[in-house]
């Protein structure tokens, strides 16, 4: 299975990016990808006092748009994420389309990015955005797959809840920052990766200095042995990876962790 990470550059002008999003579907698909991933908040700054702004629902502009991506491309498209508005409540979400552009899971970010890091990093997501409440997992013709956002790398018992449900693999569109990203980035990943014997992969957004939140960027894709397969750097591009969906079961055959497991 053919997988291409979109390192993009988020400018904070909605259609551009739009138009951005789309020529990047399109050369990954040319690259012969069968999936692309998208970053996190990849058409709206990150930023809690924007998100009521570029706020939609679904089945508007931005979910209308990332569907036309993939059928245009006939490619899978997990759509990174974008805030979704549903009623009063904005959700950070994670939309994903297969060949026809048909909707094929929605993720609703379970874990909402609330810290203060002295002398660092201040965020506080909840402010203006309310949790998720389950899992997601999506069937293609290659497997099952599973989806988490960003902070959510950091609670185990989503990835092993999600393993649980059939994924084979964890698509994590996320945005880590320059305070939290060298310090744990790989290493969560990695430990994911080895928790639940599956791929890990990670879209972010390049490094934009003149934003208010910078990302790490640093898209990366990790096997189930906790080996990095690929790690961008920081500028805009792609990660292609090719992805052997076998692996998954002869590492969990060879060190039975999951079925070796016991209740606590």
Known sequence: MQVSLLQQLVTGEKAQDLTAAAQAVAAAKGRGADLAVLPEMFCCPYDTQTFPVYAEEAGGPIWQALSAMARENQIWLVGGTFPEREGERIYNTCFVFDRQ??????????????????????????????????????????????????????????FERTADLGAKAMFVPA???????????????????????????????????????????????CDPWGDVVAQAGTEPGAVDVTLDLNLVDEVRRQLPVRSARRPL
């Not at 990093?121 to 389950?134: C, D, K």
């Not at 305070?179 to 928790?195: I, M, Y």
Request: charged share 20%; proline share 5%.
């Open 175 to 221: 945005a880590f920052n320059r305070t939290t990203g060298p310090r744990h980035w790989e290493l969560l990943f990695r430990s994911r990766a080895v928790d639940n014997q599956l791929y890990t992969l990670g879209a972010a957004p390049a490094q934009n200095l003149s934003a208010d939140y910078v990302s790490y960027g640093h898209s990366i894709v």
């Open 101 to 158: 552009g048909r909707q094929a899971a929605r993720y609703r970010k379970m874990h909402l990015f609330d810290i203060h890091i002295d002398g660092g990093q201040h965020f506080m997501e909840s402010e203006t955005l309310s949790p998720g409440e389950a899992p997601a997992v999506f069937g293609t013709e290659f497997g099952v797959f599973g989806l988490a956002v960003c902070f959510d790398l950091r609670f185990p018992t989503l």
